[in-house]
T-cell receptor, first 111, second 114 residues
């Protein structure tokens, strides 16, 4: 069964304290792995798509990496405005184009 | 980036009435759109996949007659919650597939049934 597990469930950081979020996945043929940011009461905001092991993408303080079993979202020198829930999702070939989501990591950054 | 607009952002309705939620891709055409439901502090649960011009594909456990989905054009999909009851209260989110690969989401609709 295709599955996505994110850890930790919640993460509290001080402003400037870098860290990483983990997304482990089990899928019968990965078509793509996606990272989204979701603020309370809003829809997910697209961050990155990764398609193959070894691929990396960056956007401001965020960097996403992908291996054959997991993906990391690295946050460098976070700011309070980075506080949100970060969702990881995979697109499996057998499931067509539907995304399978993890439960998310809620990040809180204090100043 | 691709923009998906969902309307309304929130709605309150009486038990037994129907509510329609619209999902529009503003700057691209979307052959495929998805509808999700999200409970508090939970992740997104896929309800159905909507393909333009054909019937929606519902996930196991989702009532087709309660959640009517129509995808009549390449930029619009609608979700109608029929005969709504308090247990249907939730956050409903749509997404549209951009260039057949990346999913962009609407801002969500908070439905409260009283």
């Amino acid at each position: 069964e295709d599955q996505v597990t994110q850890s930790p469930e919640a993460l509290r950081l001080q402003e400037g304290e870098s860290s990483s979020l983990n997304c482990s996945y089990t899928v019968s043929g990965l078509r793509g792995l996606f990272w989204y940011r979701q603020d309370p009461g809003k829809g997910p905001e697209f961050l990155f798509t990764l398609y193959s092991a070894g691929e990396e993408k960056e956007k401001e303080r965020l960097k996403a990496t992908l291996t054959k079993k997991e993906s990391f979202l690295h946050i460098t020198a976070p700011k309070p405005e980075d506080s949100a829930t970060y969702l990881c999702a995979v697109q499996a070939r057998q499931a067509g184009t539907a995304l399978i989501f993890g439960k998310g990591t809620t990040l809180s950054v204090s100043s | 980036g691709a923009v998906v607009s969902q309307h309304p952002s929130w709605v309150i309705c009486k038990s037994g009435t129907s509510v329609k939620i619209e999902c529009r891709s503003l700057d691209f055409q979307a052959t495929t759109m998805f509808w999700y439901r999200q409970f508090p502090k939970q992740s997104l649960m896929l309800m159905a996949t909507s393909n333009e011009g054909s019937k929606a594909t519902y996930e196991q456990g989702v009532e087709k007659d309660k959640f009517l989905i129509n995808h009549a054009s390449l930029t619009l999909s609608t979700l109608t919650v029929t005969s709504a009851h308090p247990e249907d209260s939730s956050f409903y989110i749509c997404s549209a597939l951009y260039r057949g690969a990346e999913a962009f989401f609407g801002q969500g609709t908070r439905l409260t049934v009283v």
